[in-house]
């Protein structure tokens, strides 16, 4: 008893009983871990997890989306094809490369769901290290690039209807990004927070009035909030595919919109600005303001990559500008876009709008 009293002797006593505990700890994390890594092999063949019968294996989205969501279960999609991943600066390395040098927007790439609908896209994004699932379709081949309006290209478009369908029923608010989107700042900044708004799309050309249905949209970049108004639209939507011949879910979505589905399913639907959610179609006004560009008005994968990239220059150029110059710069002519219409280049000075 003298000895504990010794206050020297008994923090040494107390060290020893600390010591022994901490390797006593790690010893057994030690042991548990082995453990665990020799029952992963048996219990689940990862690979053969994730490339085979992952659609019809429920969980295997739910867990995708849990993984990547925030907190408040939002999340972010986009669809890739091979088409989108080959090649050494595909659409998906500027996609990602947009991340990288915006504004606040590198943090975002954790919450990003990449859906890939061949195993080539989906060996890239693996090999990316991002979230990533795979989506199957029977009998489809969804390797190729689609040729804008081409059977295979409507195809790829409604089954992505029906997978994102799926997300809203199982209660999650989504982005939807088409790869083609360059995402210079955090776009949340700029989409409302209100409960009560159900779609947030962007527009081709934007009229000025965020509620009037006159604005052009554009399927390739909005927000969805997972409710019972939401699911029905994304229903009804896809009912239609068999129904539309021919036609691109966007043109069938138009089609709902002009014949009343808003007001027969009580939806609120804000059309963003372009000043915001930038495009080829109708160029952002303001570099300060600019939050997303989409390589739209544009027929093929090449020509969006190049002016793409164009693009990216353009507002790195930007943003090396002193904090406090007035100068507002110019977006470069998508001259790459607006000759994959077969139109000769375009003279300068002249604006472009399709
Ligand atoms: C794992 O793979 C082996 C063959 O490689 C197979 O026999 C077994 O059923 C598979 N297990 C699961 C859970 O898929
Ligand atoms: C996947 O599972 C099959 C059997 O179900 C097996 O033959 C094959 O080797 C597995 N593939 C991998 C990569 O584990
Ligand atoms: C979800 O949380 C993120 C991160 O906190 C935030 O930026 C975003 O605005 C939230 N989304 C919604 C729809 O509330
Ligand atoms: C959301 O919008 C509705 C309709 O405009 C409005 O009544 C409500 O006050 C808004 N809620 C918030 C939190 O701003
Ligand atoms: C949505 O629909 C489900 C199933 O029909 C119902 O249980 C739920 O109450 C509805 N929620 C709202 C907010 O209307
Ligand atoms: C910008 O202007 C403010 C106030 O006019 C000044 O304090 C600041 O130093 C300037 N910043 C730069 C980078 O010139």
């Not at 059309?271 to 997303?292: H, I, N, P, Q, W």
Request: glycine share 6%.
């Amino acid at each position: 008893m003298r000895v504990m009293e010794n206050p020297v002797v008994s923090f040494a006593a107390v060290s020893l009983v600390f010591i022994g505990v901490i390797l006593l700890y790690h010893s057994s994390s030690y042991f548990t871990n082995q453990v665990i890594l020799f029952q992963k092999e048996p219990l689940c063949n990862q690979s053969n997890l994730t490339t085979t019968n992952v659609e019809a294996d429920g969980d295997s989205l739910g867990s995708a989306l849990a993984k990547g969501s925030m907190g408040n279960k939002t999340v972010m999609i986009a669809i890739v094809n091979k088409a989108y991943v080959e090649s050494e600066s595909s659409m998906l390395d500027i996609f990602l490369s947009s991340f990288w040098v915006g504004e606040g927007t590198r943090s975002l790439i954790h919450h990003i769901l990449l859906v890939a609908v061949d195993q080539i896209a989906y060996d890239r994004c693996i090999f990316l290290n991002l979230n990533c699932f795979r989506l199957q379709t029977d009998g489809v081949d969804f390797e190729g690039e689609k040729i804008y309006m081409s059977q295979d290209f409507i195809k790829m478009m409604w089954r992505r209807t029906q997978f994102l369908l799926q997300v809203l029923k199982r209660g999650y608010n989504f982005v939807f990004t088409d790869t083609d989107v360059m995402w210079l700042r955090n776009p949340f900044t700029r989409l409302s927070k209100n409960e009560t708004e159900d779609l947030q799309i962007s527009t081709d050309v934007y009229h000025g009035d965020p509620w009037s249905k006159r604005n052009q949209i554009n399927t390739g970049f909005y927000f969805a909030r997972s409710n019972n108004k939401t699911i029905s639209l994304f229903e009804t939507w896809y009912d239609q595919k068999d129904k539309s011949k021919g036609k691109k879910e966007q043109d069938v979505l138009v089609d709902l919109i002009n014949g009343g589905i808003i007001e027969h399913l009580g939806l609120r639907v804000r059309f963003l600005d372009t000043l915001y959610f930038s495009g080829f179609c109708e160029d952002s006004k303001d570099f300060r303001a600019v939050t997303t560009v989409h390589a739209n008005c544009c027929r093929s994968i090449h020509a969006k990559v190049l002016d793409l990239k164009v693009a990216l220059s353009d507002w790195k150029r930007f943003r090396k500008l002193d904090a406090n110059s007035t100068m507002n710069p110019q977006w470069t002519k998508h001259d790459w876009c607006w000759q994959s219409w077969g139109r000769p280049k375009q003279g300068n000075g002249h604006n472009h709008h399709v």
